[in-house]
């Protein structure tokens, strides 16, 4: 062979090597054990030296182009029983940063390790596990590939720590009948990552590019383990409760008293499903939704916080517009129902069930179907809800899934109007999610059937992300026809064509107070089909924002405005205002400025502020929040916001007012008080939950929650209630 050929053979090696090495994930392997270990916080165990360590963590943030300054270290045990990890994080000297001893803590707020394990490694959903130095936990699910993370999923497991003053320990023990998997594996998909709040520092295993979440899952090291894993055996859980309930309407002067009892129960089925059972459901634990303040002609969507429409929640709430434009399905709509008067009011769930998980690697089911009563009071029919849903894996991390929604009348009451007998929707979705997570993207087409009325009824969107290191483009087209119904979903508005455009340019200055900063342009348009596809609203904006490197930020906002209102609309929502005319399109411009201080000191604080014209008028809006902890046992907010909205005679005034009070008290990791006192001048209401929790028993707890509410003219009472509830989680 002539030096060339060795020459060229030499370097073919090369790049081979190179390229092998670059798509060859970190992994670290699990050793077996046979025996348990004694979870103290100490890695004192002679097998914890034997095992192999995952480090030579990579900073995220401030930089992603450096290793860690502090090294975290990661060892992995199991047994036939559970799955062991042991954390050795050294830090700076000086105090953590722990705002809480409350399970499921916040990430900003507090020093901790976190896990992200992709059992099924889709690249798509993930368990997610954390720990603080003082041994408080946190779990949940993640799912659209890191995009959503949600901690009201709650199960099983342990851990313990101990700190020093230059680096601190966690040993974790998480019982495989917790988690799903395939029976037989070898690997999993895992990342262990680290906010270092402290130091101003986010660590991770795996590098992670900065300008995607810490959470993704695309960029994934493995977990191998020393032999085959079992099958995923989790036991059957009952979890009885028992709730007694006194209230008073002082409005209408009605006193009651209650005693309910119900529970739900969870069941495996194979290796990788849960079905859910649930009887007369109680939420009245449920923390409540913060107040805030709708200018806009369309509603608004909360994020649900039922335990029981947790898990696996993405398999159904996550069809449909990527905006909440349209979603057929929305898991807040059962257990409420507008009455006589079209008020929302509270009804009643008689029970249900939902059969929810993983199938295989490639295939996911959902079905979820539950009966709410029939109140006759308030002219409420019985209906039953359903949905039915099938995902299929396609390519790396990428998914195609259909649905089948139903809301049926159980009954044929008198006052149910024919039109509400039934509502149905079906469709596909296909969800685009490159390796890297550089190009994203839906494309979707559902159609909604309604007593006599079945011809068109779509609902589409086409949307593409690129989010290269420096630059995120987005494309959006959206059609929602003007007779698409979706009763058991979110479709705060119909009868539009949408088109969005977004630019940003992305800088990571290597010096000075910015971290990164970018500057955005974004076009939105809708037009109206059923008028001739007339222009009813745009937003076009300019946007900077900046992520400081002590991890707070800022952001300064152009709007320019247009609303063509089709019918007469009154924002201020006064009563007996003369409303805006109708059939006139109004053009204004914006100005808004938001700054959010550091989140990792023990006071912190937030401003808004938006000035401008408002339609024909002009609005002055200001807010803020500024918080205060103890750490870690207590934390304290206090937060307002104020819209002043001027308009031309004859039309109506507004100043709009509210302020909400927070007060968290940990007094230990099974003991916590939680109050939220807010005032609405709009609702003319003053209203106080408090909750005391104190968690008895593994995921066991008894709740007694207090609601008071004043009208704040008189201040008067206006309903008060005190609830005292015991849920047990037992496992079979």
């Not at 000086?94 to 900003?108: E, F, P």
């Not at 707020?109 to 368990?127: E, K, M, P, Q, R």
């Not at 979707?444 to 007593?451: D, I």
């Not at 019918?567 to 409303?579: E, K, L």
Request: hydrophobic share 35%; net charge neutral.
């Amino acid at each position: 062979m002539n030096l060339r050929k060795q020459l060229i053979f030499l370097l073919g090696i090369s790049i081979s090597a190179f390229c092998t090495a670059q798509i060859t994930p970190k992994s670290v392997t699990a050793r077996y054990i046979d025996a348990p270990i004694n979870l103290d916080g100490v890695l004192d165990e002679a097998v914890w030296e034997t095992a192999e360590v995952a480090g030579d963590f990579q900073q995220f943030f401030p930089s992603d182009q450096v290793s860690a300054k502090y090294p975290t270290e990661v060892k992995v045990l199991f047994s036939d029983t559970h799955l062991y990890l042991g954390i050795y994080a050294k830090k700076a000297p000086g105090d953590y940063v722990v705002s809480t001893l409350k399970r499921d803590y916040g990430a900003l707020t507090n020093d901790n390790i976190s896990l992200l394990f992709d059992t099924f490694s889709d690249g798509t959903t993930a368990y997610f596990f954390g720990v603080t130095p003082y041994g408080v936990r946190r779990e949940g699910l993640v799912s659209e590939g890191g995009s959503n993370f949600n901690n009201t999923w709650d199960i099983k497991w342990q851990a313990e720590a101990t700190r020093f003053d230059d680096h601190f320990v966690i040993e974790i023990a998480i019982p495989f009948t917790s988690l799903k998997f395939v029976e037989g594996a070898t690997k999993w998909r895992f990342r262990p990552y680290r906010w270092n709040n402290q130091s101003n520092q986010q660590d991770t295993w795996v590098k992670v590019p900065q300008q995607q979440l810490l959470s993704s899952l695309a960029d994934m090291g493995e977990l191998r383990f020393e032999r085959a894993l079992g099958k995923s055996r989790t036991p059957i859980a009952l979890i009885p409760y028992v709730n007694a309930l006194a209230d008073k309407d002082y409005a209408s002067d009605v006193s009651e008293t209650s005693f309910k009892t119900g529970g739900d129960a969870k069941i495996a089925v194979g290796n990788g499903m849960n079905l859910d059972l649930t009887l007369n459901p109680d939420f009245s634990n449920v923390e409540v939704d913060d107040i805030f303040t709708n200018l806009t002609r369309f509603e608004v969507r909360l994020p649900e916080k039922r335990q029981f429409f947790i898990d696996n929640s993405d398999l159904f709430e996550s069809f449909g517009n990527t905006f909440n434009e349209a979603k057929p399905f929305f898991s807040r709509r059962i257990g409420l129902a507008r009455n006589a008067e079209g008020n929302l009011i509270q009804n009643d769930i008689i029970g249900g069930a939902r059969l929810s998980g993983k199938l295989n690697n490639d295939w996911r089911l959902g079905f979820l179907n539950l009966q709410t009563a029939r109140d006759e009071a308030n002219e409420i029919a019985s209906y039953n809800n359903m949905m039915l849903a099938v995902q299929r894996k396609v390519g790396s991390r990428s998914n195609i899934g259909v649905f089948w929604v139903n809301r049926q009348a159980a009954g044929d009451e008198d006052y149910l109007n024919p039109d509400d007998n039934y509502n149905r929707v079906i469709g596909a979705d296909y969800n685009l999610a490159s390796s890297d997570n550089v190009w994203n993207g839906k494309l979707y087409l559902h159609k909604s059937f309604q007593p006599g009325d079945s011809e068109g009824n779509f609902s589409s969107q086409a949307t593409v992300t690129y989010n290269p290191r420096r630059w995120r483009i987005i494309q959006d087209l959206v059609y929602i026809d003007q007779d698409f119904r979706a009763d058991l979903g979110f479709v705060p508005r119909r009868d539009v064509l949408k088109w969005g455009n977004g630019i940003q340019r992305i800088f990571y200055p290597k010096t000075g107070i910015f971290n990164t900063h970018g500057v955005r342009l974004l076009s939105i348009t809708y037009w109206r089909p059923s008028l001739d596809y007339k222009k009813t609203d745009h937003n076009y904006s300019l946007n900077w924002e900046t992520a400081f490197r002590n991890q707070a930020s800022a952001e300064v906002t152009f709007r320019n405005n247009y609303i063509f209102l089709v019918s007469p609309f009154d924002p201020t929502r006064t009563n007996g205002a003369t409303p805006l005319p109708g059939n006139q399109g109004y053009h204004f411009n914006q100005v808004s400025l938001e700054y959010q201080s550091n989140n990792t000191k023990v006071i912190t604080y937030r401003a808004n502020a938006t000035l401008g014209r408002f339609f024909n008028g002009e609005i002055t809006s200001v807010g803020g929040q500024l918080g205060f902890r103890v750490q870690p046992k207590a934390a304290f907010s206090l937060g307002f916001n104020y819209d002043g909205i001027r308009l031309p005679q004859p039309y109506a005034d507004a100043d709009i007012f509210f302020a909400t009070f927070r007060a968290d008290l940990t007094f230990s990791k099974s003991l916590f008080w939680n109050t939220l006192v807010q005032y609405s001048n709009r609702q003319e209401n003053l209203g106080i939950n408090s909750r005391l929790q104190w968690r008895f028993a593994p995921l066991s707890d008894l709740y007694l929650v207090y609601n008071d509410n004043y009208f704040t003219g008189t201040f008067g009472p206006r309903f008060r209630s005190i609830n005292l509830k015991l849920t047990y989680w037992l496992n079979i």
